[in-house]
Nanobody
Framework: VQLQASGGGSVQAGESLRLSCKYS????????MNWHRQAPGKQRELVAR???????NYLDSVKGRFTISRDNAKNTAYLQMNSLRPEDTAVYYC??????????????WGQGTLVTVSS
C-alpha cells in the first residue's frame, strides 16, 4: 500500500487549498483515513479523520473550515481547506490504516506536503 500526497502550496490568509492523497496497492478495506500536520517546532497533530462507518472528526481549530472526503473511483482522498489562517502553516500528511487483500493490517503514511499561509 502506497500513499502519494500533493496539493500543498503558498496562499494568503482566507484562501483555500485542496490536498490530495492518492492511494494504491491491494487494499481490502480502509478503516481510518487521516490527515495530520506538523508545524515547525511543534508536535504532529491529527487534523481530520474519516472512519469506515462514515464518522468524521476534526481538530477543533479547523472545524467548519476543513473537510475530509474520498473519491473511490479515483483512489484519492482529499482535505479541502477553506479560510486558511497563518496558524494552519505546516507539513500535512495523509495516513491510512486498514486491511490489505491478504488480510494483513496496514498503517501507511504519505510523504507530506507543505502548506504555507501568509497574513
Amino acid at each position: 500500500v502506497q500513499l502519494q500526497a500533493s496539493g500543498g502550496g503558498s496562499v494568503q490568509a482566507g484562501e483555500s487549498l485542496r490536498l490530495s492523497c492518492k492511494y494504491s496497492g491491494n487494499i481490502l478495506k480502509i478503516v481510518f483515513m487521516n490527515w495530520h500536520r506538523q508545524a515547525p517546532g511543534k508536535q504532529r497533530e491529527l487534523v481530520a479523520r474519516s472512519v469506515i462507518d462514515g464518522t468524521t472528526n476534526y481538530l477543533d481549530s479547523v472545524k467548519g473550515r476543513f473537510t475530509i472526503s474520498r473519491d473511490n473511483a479515483k483512489n484519492t482522498a482529499y482535505l479541502q481547506m477553506n479560510s486558511l489562517r497563518p496558524e494552519d502553516t505546516a507539513v500535512y500528511y495523509c495516513n491510512f490504516a486498514g486491511w490489505d487483500s491478504n488480510s494483513n493490517e496496514f498503517d501507511r503514511w504519505g510523504q507530506g506536503t507543505l502548506v504555507t499561509v501568509s497574513s
